[in-house]
């Protein structure tokens, strides 16, 4: 089995403080998918280099203490993708892409980190330009790779995906046009919502973010933000998934899958 994990981060230097590295070295993850570092190269010792026990690779935001993606292996790579070709998105560190080829599969594992657009208008405009972007790009990935790409989407795609879709219809992330968008992607390029395919109608279980104002973590006043988007393939291949809610090392919780597969 191969087990993938995803986790944004919110720091990566705060989620080793609150344990992420000792728990990490028990999950027995052959990939870890990271998002939002909030580092840069020079921040990252050897701890934040190796978690889990494993060898990272990144892509760090040119802007200090801003979002960046990583990837943690115990398996080498046979070549690693750093951005996905768009100026604007790659200066913030938003993608990383391992690859690892045999003469029979070309396999890739991204780690994205999409846009939030809560901060205000412009936000949101770079989020839909994000979208514009990455549909095409996963839609060409497709037609010659299989792939796995975890990531903080930043998209509750369906009411059962958050608490309280009524009152956020006109909020970031749980937008028309963005449920749309993700809509289009599933359907347009076949890709596939593992955890939905495992889990079609959980609700209170499958929230991996909570807001830190008010009692949203103590209530499980939540959303599903993180994802594992896979090629039919692979996602045909996905047998086990949860989300680890005993211990908080971020706003986000780790979502794991184990695939029935080996690299």
């Not at 801003?66 to 560190?93: L, M, Q, R, W």
């Not at 980190?113 to 412009?122: A, L, N, R, V």
């Not at 037609?143 to 059962?160: T, Y």
């Not at 090629?231 to 090392?249: C, I």
Request: charged fraction near 25%.
């Amino acid at each position: 089995m191969f087990k993938l994990i995803t986790l944004n981060l919110n720091g990566v230097r705060s989620a080793a403080r609150k344990g992420v590295d000792a728990w990490l070295q028990t999950s027995n993850a052959h990939c870890i998918c990271v998002q939002e570092l909030k580092a840069q190269q020079e921040d990252m010792d050897e701890t934040l280099n190796a978690l889990g026990g494993h060898k990272g690779f990144f892509h760090f935001a040119e802007k200090k203490g801003y979002s960046g993606v990583g990837i943690y292996t115990k398996h080498v790579p046979s070549d690693v993708v750093v951005g996905f070709g768009n100026s604007e998105f790659d200066a913030e560190g938003r993608y990383i892409e391992l690859r690892f080829d045999t003469p029979n599969r070309k396999l890739s594992i991204i780690s994205s980190y999409f846009p939030s657009g809560s901060s205000g208008e412009d936000r949101q405009e770079a989020k839909f330009r994000f979208l514009d972007a990455m549909e095409p790009h996963l839609a060409k990935l497709k037609q010659s790779r299989e792939f796995i790409l975890c990531g903080d989407i930043n998209i509750a795609h369906k009411q059962i995906d958050l608490k309280n879709w009524r009152s956020n219809q006109k909020n970031s992330g749980f937008l028309p046009e963005e449920r749309s968008w993700m809509d289009r992607l599933l359907e347009d390029t076949g890709l596939r919502d593992v955890y939905r395919q495992l889990h079609p109608d959980t609700t209170a279980e499958c929230y991996t973010w909570w807001s830190n104002r008010g009692q949203a973590w103590a209530n499980n006043v939540g959303w599903r933000l993180d994802y594992h988007l896979a090629t039919q393939e692979l996602a045909a291949k996905a047998k086990v998934s949860s989300v680890y809610k005993v211990e908080r090392f971020s706003d986000h919780a780790p979502l794991t899958v184990e695939y029935d597969f080996k690299i």
